[in-house]
């Protein structure tokens, strides 16, 4: 994935015209796209290797199963063209080492989400996730732009794996302060993909994402 703009599209929408229109609108902006659950259950997992011709995909499945499955899950994603997948951690190692076979390390493990309720079960555990992320062999991290400290203090345990950050916009963060903190990438879904012109709004992220370099 290039490190260019610093943006992975958070492609959350639920019809290919809208995906496929979005992703013409701001493949100049964005790094990678990231698919989730609502985009595959709408369109069909084909999707995949349809955007993957364009951007870089991230399969956003935060898989959370026991090693077989979660083996079976990345096995599925990364032939359809995914260049990496995002897993859960609180499985534990032994999951988390199956992902990260299947993806030859190409995995993000999720530590302290985003949301308020992120607080509740994912915080108080974030620290040990980032070190089970690094000793499993993970490529980075998932870390909330809502709380850009949490990216500070988690960057300090990774060392040099990958942050990558949701939460810019919708959920109140600010891109130029997760960049600041220590994510190398911004997650960004609704203040891109419902603006009135997705490529304005890509774009006015990319120049603050500038802002905080
Ligand atoms: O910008 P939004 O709020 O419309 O979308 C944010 C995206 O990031 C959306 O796809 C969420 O599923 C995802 N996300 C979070 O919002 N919070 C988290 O803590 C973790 C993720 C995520 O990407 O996990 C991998």
Same mark, same amino acid.
């Given at each position: 994935?290039?490190? =260019?703009?610093?943006?992975?599209? /958070?492609?959350?929408v639920t019809?290919?015209?809208?995906?496929?229109?979005?992703?013409?609108?701001?493949?100049? !902006?964005?790094?990678?796209?990231?698919?989730?659950?609502?985009?595959?259950?709408?369109?069909?997992?084909?999707?995949?290797?349809?955007?993957?011709?364009?951007?870089?995909?991230i399969c956003?499945?935060?898989?959370?199963?026991?090693?077989?499955?979660?083996?079976?899950?990345?096995?599925?994603?990364?032939?359809?063209? *995914?260049?990496?997948?995002?897993?859960?951690?609180? +499985?534990?190692?032994?999951?988390?080492?199956?992902?990260?076979? /299947?993806?030859?390390?190409?995995?993000?493990?999720? +530590?302290?989400?985003?949301?308020?309720?992120? =607080?509740?079960?994912? *915080?108080?555990?974030?620290?040990?996730?980032?070190?089970?992320? =690094?000793? %499993?062999?993970?490529?980075?991290?998932? %870390?909330?732009?809502?709380?850009?400290?949490?990216?500070?203090?988690?960057? =300090?345990?990774? @060392?040099?794996?990958?942050?990558?950050?949701?939460?810019?916009?919708?959920?109140?963060?600010?891109?130029?302060? /997760? #960049?600041?903190?220590?994510?190398? !990438?911004? #997650?960004?879904?609704? /203040?891109? !993909?419902d603006a009135?012109?997705? @490529?304005?709004?890509?774009?006015?992220?990319?120049?603050?994402?500038?802002?905080?370099?």
């Amino acid at each position: 994935m290039q490190k =260019k703009n610093r943006i992975i599209l /958070a492609l959350d929408v639920t019809s290919r015209a809208d995906a496929m229109r979005i992703v013409e609108a701001v493949k100049g !902006y964005v790094d990678a796209i990231k698919i989730n659950w609502p985009l595959v259950l709408a369109t069909g997992p084909d999707i995949i290797r349809e955007m993957s011709r364009v951007k870089d995909v991230i399969c956003d499945f935060k898989i959370a199963d026991i090693p077989n499955t979660n083996k079976l899950i990345v096995e599925q994603a990364m032939s359809r063209g *995914a260049s990496a997948v995002i897993c859960h951690g609180f +499985t534990g190692d032994d999951s988390v080492k199956a992902c990260v076979d /299947a993806a030859k390390g190409q995995v993000f493990v999720v +530590t302290e989400m985003s949301h308020p309720g992120g =607080k509740q079960f994912t *915080a108080p555990v974030a620290d040990k996730l980032a070190t089970l992320a =690094k000793s %499993a062999g993970a490529r980075g991290i998932v %870390a909330p732009a809502t709380r850009p400290e949490r990216i500070a203090a988690l960057r =300090k345990i990774i @060392g040099g794996l990958e942050i990558i950050s949701p939460g810019v916009g919708a959920q109140g963060g600010k891109a130029s302060d /997760a #960049i600041r903190a220590g994510a190398d !990438y911004i #997650i960004v879904g609704r /203040a891109i !993909y419902d603006a009135p012109d997705p @490529g304005g709004a890509a774009k006015a992220l990319a120049d603050e994402v500038k802002e905080g370099m």
